[in-house]
């Protein structure tokens, strides 16, 4: 069989972030969409907006260890739109984990301008689970950032990369009055 028909014969499934870092909320998402496609690729934004902690590099590599029992997920570095690399990877279905209502607004916007831009790409919503429901990035870094614990929000390892990065942030803001987070 060709790369190609073999890309569209399998089920692939598109799961995007900034992973910054990567969670156990994310990491559940992964694994339950492992579950229902032939292959995941989890896409790490690399020019995000956000002002990322980690690197694009040091975020895929985190991901990949986080990922690696997972024989089905692959992750890669992204950078443009979401849907040219759905093209480039034969995916026709996005998966993105939903934690609550203020998620599913925003989350339906990008899951409509997605199929605008590319008409038959769908997204799958799945529901984080309910004891990882407060889990977020942004406030993984913000504990992290106050001295606080992350244990049961993210891995070991990762809380060990993020309480680093916390003690560098700090240090970099403690002369400005830079926003940390
Ligand atoms: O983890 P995040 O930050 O919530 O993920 C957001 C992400 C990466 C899914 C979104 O920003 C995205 O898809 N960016 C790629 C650029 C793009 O395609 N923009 C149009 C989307 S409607």
Redesign the pocket.
């Known amino acids: 069989m060709s790369e190609k028909k073999q890309k569209e014969w399998r089920r692939t499934a598109l799961l995007?972030?900034?992973?910054?870092p990567v969670t156990l909320g994310h990491l559940d998402i992964v694994i339950r969409a492992a579950r229902l496609f032939d292959q995941v690729v989890v896409?790490v934004?690399e020019n995000?907006s956000?002002h990322p902690w980690f690197s694009a590099e040091g975020r895929v590599l985190m991901a990949q260890r986080e990922m690696r029992a997972l024989k089905n997920v692959r992750v890669v570095r992204?950078s443009?739109?979401?849907?040219e690399l759905a093209a480039e990877e034969g995916a026709k279905v996005v998966v993105?984990g939903v934690r609550g209502g203020a998620d599913l607004e925003y989350e339906t916007?990008?899951a409509r301008?997605?199929a605008h831009?590319r008409p038959g790409l769908d997204t799958v919503f799945l529901p984080s689970s309910p004891h990882l429901s407060h889990i977020a990035?942004r406030l993984v870094r913000e504990i992290a950032y106050l001295g606080g614990s992350v244990k049961g929000l993210v891995s070991d390892k990762v809380a060990l990369a993020v309480e680093t990065r916390a003690g560098e942030k700090r240090a970099e803001d403690a002369f400005t009055d830079r926003g940390a987070i």
């Open positions: 995007p972030g900034s992973f910054d896409a934004l995000s956000k992204f443009g739109l979401l849907v993105r916007l990008m301008m997605n831009l990035s």
